[in-house]
Structures are given as C-alpha cells and as structure tokens.
C-alpha cells in the first residue's frame, strides 16, 4: 500500500493456511510473506492500519529474524476498488514451535543439544519480546505454545500478530482477541466469552508465566498434579480458576506429578515469581509479575547455572547440592534430558541418526536496534558450545520504550558497576537535596532570600514546560496519565534544582557557609546512602507468604521500622504542636527548629523500637508479608521505596552514628564517650536515616533504581 509497488503471489502453494487467511511466499523478496484473508472486513484493514502506524520496538537480535512478526506493510488489491486485503511480514525461517524445545521426548529427539541454559535463554527471549508489545499498549490474548517459535539459538518470534487485541489511541475502539486456549487462560476468565472481553496485560501474564513454568519444568504445565480428593479430578479450567497450584503454600487438593522435575530445581528467586503469579495472582491480577520482572529474573537464575562435570550438557542453580540432571537420568531409566555429546554422537538420544549431527551454535540473546532501519546484532558465535557461563552477552531490558525512542539498557543488579553507578547517584541525590532544603529555610527565614523565592517560580515554569515537551515528543497519545505526570514530575524537578542553585548562589553571595555545610553533608550522607541501597537485594526476593524465625525476624524489622518512624514522627509532631495549638506563640525559627528536632528523635525512637519490636513479633510469624506483588517502579515502586528504604536508612544511619560518636572523643584526645550520649546519637541518627530514607526511598524506588 505505501509502496505503490506490485507484488507477486504463488497462490499454488501457500506457506500455511487457517480459518482467517493463507500465507504465501513472495516472489521479489524471499525474506517477506505475505498474509491474505480469505474475507477481509473494514475491520481487518482498520486494526491493520492502526498496527502499521504504531509498531512496537521489538527485540532484535540478528539479521533476518525479528522477535514479533509485525506488519510491515499493508496490502491492497490493485484497481479502483483498493480494498486492503492482507499485509506483509518478516518471514521466520529455521524455527519450531515451542513445545518442541520444553518436551523432553521431542526435544531429545529433535533438539538434544538444547539444555536447561537454552531454556533460561528461551524464556527470558520470550518475556522480552512480551514486554515490548505491553510497553506499546498492546495485549496478545491469545498465548499459547502454537504462537510462539524458537530457533536453535534460543531466539524467538510471536507470530499470529493480527490476532492480538489492538487500541486506536485516537478513537478509544479496542479491536478484541476472541479466542483462547484455556491451559493459558487466566482464573479470572475461565468460562469467558472473550469476543466480549477487553483484555489486559495482567491476562498475558498469567499464560507467560505458564509457558516459563513448562521450559524450566520440562514441559509440566503448573496446575498439572495428582490429585488428592474423592471423585473424579476436576479439569484443568476449574484447578486454574480456584488456583490449585500443587506447589502453593497453602493447602491444595494436588500434589505435584511423579514425574515432574522437584519444585526446588528452580532458582529461589523465579520460585517465589511463580507464587506471585499462580497463588497470590489468583484472586488478583495486578499481583502477577510483569514481563520486565521475568526478564530480570531469568536473568539473575541463568547467571547462577554451572556446569556438571559428569556431563557438560548438564546445568543446573548453584544452590543445590548435586546435579539433579544426572538423578533424574537414573530415575527414568537411562533416557536423560540433556544427553551428552557423545550420547547424542552414538544415537542414545533415541534419534535414528543416519549422520553425523553438526554441533550446534551457542544460544544468542534478544538485543534493542539502536535505529529501526539497523539491526544490533550479537558477536558472531564460536562453532560448538565451547562457550563459559559468564561469557554470554548481557540482553537489553526493554524498558519505556515508544515508537520515538530507543531502548534504554537498565543498569544491572549487583556487581560493582551497579554499586559504583547508585553510589555516584546517590552522591549527587545527596547534595542536591541538602542544597535545596537550605536554599528553602533561607527563602523563609531570611529576608533577602526573595531572591530563591523567584527562582523557585521560574524553576517551576520551567519544569512544566519541559514535562510538556517530554509529554508531546516521546509519550504516544493514549497514555494521557503519564502525559499528566510529566507536568507534575517536570515543576517539582523544576523547583527542586532552582532551589539548589539558588541556595548555592544566595549562600556565595551572602557569605552562608551553612549552605556550603549543609551541600557536605548531603553528599556524604547521599554516598552513604546509595552505597547501602546498592548492596541490598529487591523487595520481590524477599519470601512470599507467613515466614518465622529468623527470615520472619528480617522481616518484621523492616516493618518495624518503617511503621515505628512514621508512628513516632506523627506522635513527637502532635505534642509539640498541641501547645501552638492551646494558644503558645512560640516565634516561627524556634518553633521550626524545635519542630525538626522533635519530628527527628520521635522518629528515631519510634524506629528503633519497632526494630526490635517487629525482629520478636516476627520470628513467631506475626510480620506481615512484604507488598511483593508492586512492581518496583512508578507509584507501587515509590511505595516499597519507603518501606526498604526506612529500615536501611534507619539501620545504616544508627550505625554510622553510634561509630562516629564512639570514635570522635578517641580522636580529640577526650574521655570515652557516656553512654547516654552514644545512645542519644543512635537515635536521633537512626531518627535522620528513617526519614531521609522514607524520601530518598520513595523518589528512587519510583524511578525504578532497583
């Protein structure tokens, strides 16, 4: 359509053929096929339209393969009629659908050298690929193992695209999926008539976790089990929608199939994933991990792999023992899931082999275009599997993308570069903040400080304006509310920086050296700060459901301090404003001042004791559980900031403090420290570290710096 050009079809032999359309080669370009629909709508051609003008930025990761078969371009009848009656694509070649790859049998026989890392590699490919159709606004619906192919190197490709539910961000119209497979259907449309339904990306990630749930599980779908009642075993559809999941923390009328891989051959942290997903996603959705948190966490279990040395195609988590591969070898009799080469060399795979098998190449790894019109691609891999873990090129999280903007890799978790990358963060966090909360004491207490009072308003100005443009240039125009929170971020970001070059430069003017000490002592304190954030793991690692003991204990320190500092500072609040209140005019500096100290120490004192009191309510399982299902960026991000980061501040703070009082004296040649002013240190320390954290904590928890 947009070409003009004319195409050729071989309607003799088509690719493929369904209930909607045939798919054919197209003579000019091999690369291409060409999708024609037995009856084409109005419909059809608009849902087309609509995907062709707002593609997805799609994971890439070689040429001639796409991670999402998407329409590149429309096809219409040549005439006066133009009716659009098909659309072009990239043609997927060298693939099978992947089911072949997650059954053992097929894949012994088919892909023996595909192991348990090709499997990591698949599933983290695949929530990549997820990812990059929800970051657009678009729902696939339809998951399922028929829709979804992989090569011999791990890559993949959604194909069936014009299925998927499609929105026109201009008129509101939701082109709807009507068809589902109820082995990937969620709970909360089981028994749904979909062609009525507008889905949501919470339905997708019920079937993606199924699917990632069946690749490191060899091909055991999550709510298969024996059953354990009276009468016949209820199908699959009712096991799904009343959440009986064998390996759930409560008690369900299954228990895993003997032939199933054990439960705890999944890294730790993809475990808990799959609790959030099938027990406490059951009854609700938003609970779910969302595609961007797959990906990290495939990521992060696919790192931990080693290598057995019985038999190199063998790899399993560095957190068991023993190689569970070479007992589940025994187990069925000799036909091991990950034959070695020798085995695969001699046909023990089961495979007649009338040759010799050609090694296959190492599993390559989705990557982001820098451009739309060039493919990044990966390093041209070495012949055979020679490769060590830790080798692997790291994969691109495809994270706010729109059809404008490339990708942005996220910094990764852990290791050295992400702690030094958060603690120079934190160190520039730091001495903003304090730059502009004594630019702000000054603009209300001196009275020369108009000055900061007007570059405040022109910073807030200047931050709408900005927000705007971010808002028009890179947001697409169906997500209103993050247009809408681009304002709101662009003034506060506005003011915050005018109020710190303004304090700066009120303070060189005036000769302030408080700003300067206050500038100091935000970047000390900001260092500090995002050197401990950096060394602590993500709030969904932490374990789901009712823990004791000394997990429990953990865990109820963190709410212990959160909700001690909170507590306190409200209380400490209270009773210095209840005199200003009873008729004590107490002049605006000192009541600030003692406003401050009072907020800081009832804070401190509240903070501790709720560490200590939550530490003993929580070894004998009485701590809440952790918000484990908010995803950790935006609002539910901004929340776990402050719970995380209340305890760590608090925690880092106390420690910090008690040291630094302890040691001063030593240094200035005085006696030792009393020990009611070490203690007076540990709290009103621990009180500054509470609050700071509950701030830092919610600003970096919001920006996603996990």
């Excluded at 079809?9 to 091999?30: H, K």
């Excluded at 996220?410 to 304090?434: E, H, K, M, N, Y």
């Excluded at 210095?576 to 500096?589: F, Q, R, S, Y």
Aim: with cysteine; hydrophobic share 45%.
């Amino acid at each position: 359509q947009f070409s003009g050009q004319l195409i050729t079809l071989d309607t003799r032999s088509a690719i493929a053929s369904g209930g909607e359309g045939r798919i054919y080669a197209v003579l000019q370009n091999p690369s291409l096929v060409a999708k024609i629909y037995h009856k084409p709508t109005d419909e059809d051609a608009d849902k087309l339209t609509v995907m062709f003008s707002m593609p997805p930025d799609a994971p890439i990761a070689a040429p001639g393969h796409a991670s999402i078969a998407w329409p590149i371009d429309l096809l219409r009848t040549a005439g006066t009629t133009e009716k659009i009656v098909g659309f072009l694509m990239p043609r997927v070649t060298k693939v099978a659908p992947i089911h072949t790859f997650y059954t053992p049998k097929t894949r012994r026989e088919q892909k023996p050298l595909f192991n348990y890392l090709y499997l990591h590699r698949t599933a983290r490919n695949l929530a990549a690929a997820v990812n990059a159709l929800h970051v657009r606004g678009y729902v696939i619906g339809d998951v399922n193992e028929s829709n979804i192919l992989v090569t011999d190197t791990a890559l993949v490709t959604l194909v069936d695209t014009d299925s998927f539910q499609v929105r026109d961000p201009y008129t509101g119209y939701v082109y709807r999926c009507p068809v589902g497979k109820p082995e990937f259907t969620p709970p909360e449309l089981q028994g749904q008539t979909f062609r009525n339904i507008d889905r949501t990306p919470e339905h997708d990630l019920f079937g993606l976790a199924v699917l990632i749930f069946q690749l490191l599980m060899e091909g055991t779908h999550p709510f298969a089990g024996v059953y354990q009642g009276s009468g016949e075993p209820p199908p699959i559809e009712i096991r799904i929608k009343s959440g009986y999941f064998p390996y759930a923390l409560k008690r369900v009328p299954f228990r895993p199939m003997p032939a199933a891989p054990p439960w705890d051959i999944l890294h730790p942290t993809l475990r808990q994933m799959f609790l959030r997903c099938f027990e406490e996603g059951n009854q609700n959705p938003v609970n779910r991990p969302d595609a961007k948190s797959w990906v990290s966490a495939l990521k992060e279990a696919e790192d931990a792999l080693v290598t057995c040395h019985k038999n190199t195609q063998h790899k399993y988590g560095n957190h068991l023992k023993a190689c569970p591969w070479c007992d589940r070898a025994k187990l069925l009799k000799g036909r091991d899931p990950f034959p070695s080469r020798s085995a695969v060399r001699s046909g023990q795979n089961l495979q007649p082999m009338k040759a010799k098998r050609k090694q296959q190449a190492p599993p390559q790894i989705v990557t982001v275009p820098q451009q739309r019109s060039q493919m990044q691609t990966s390093p041209t891999p070495q012949r055979g599997l020679t490769r060590q873990l830790g080798q692997y090129p790291v994969p691109l999280i495809v994270t706010g993308m729109s059809h404008r903007t490339p990708a942005v890799q996220s910094p990764p978790i852990g290791g050295f570069r992400g702690f030094v990358q958060d603690t120079v963060w934190g160190t520039a966090w730091g001495g903003l903040c304090l730059a502009a909360i004594a630019g702000g004491i000054y603009a209300a207490t001196d009275r020369d400080g108009g000055a900061i009072l007007g570059a405040i308003f022109v910073g807030t100005i200047w931050g709408i304006f900005f927000g705007v443009i971010w808002g028009v240039l890179t947001v697409p125009p169906n997500q209103v509310g993050r247009k809408w929170a681009g304002i709101f971020l662009g003034a506060i970001s506005g003011a915050l920086l005018l109020t710190a070059i303004g304090g700066v430069v009120f303070g060189a003017i005036n000769n302030k050296p408080e700003i300067g000490e206050a500038i100091a002592t935000g970047l000390c304190a900001g260092t500090f700060w995002g050197a401990v954030w950096s060394g602590f793991k993500p709030p969904w690692a932490m374990p789901v459901g009712r823990v004791w003991g000394r997990q429990g204990a953990f865990l109820g320190m963190i709410w212990g301090v959160f909700l001690g500092a909170i507590a306190g500072a409200l209380l400490g609040l209270g009773f210095a404003i209840w005199p200003e209140l009873n008729g004590k005019n107490t002049p605006p500096v000192e009541l600030a001042t003692l406003l401050v100290q009072v907020i800081v120490i009832s804070a401190g004192l509240g903070s501790v004791g709720g560490c200590l009191g939550g530490a003993l309510l929580g070894a004998f399982g009485a701590a809440p559980k952790l918000p484990a299902a908010f995803q950790p960026s935006g609002g539910k991000g901004a929340i776990l900031g402050t719970i995380w980061g209340s305890f760590l501040g608090a925690i880092a703070a106390a420690i910090l403090g008690g040291v630094l009082s302890a040691a001063l004296p030593v240094f200035n040649s005085t006696p030792p420290v009393e020990v009611g002013t070490l203690l007076g240190a540990i709290v009103s320390s621990a009180g500054l570290g509470a609050i700071w954290g509950i701030i830092s904590g919610a600003v970096w928890g919001a920006l996603a710096r996990w």
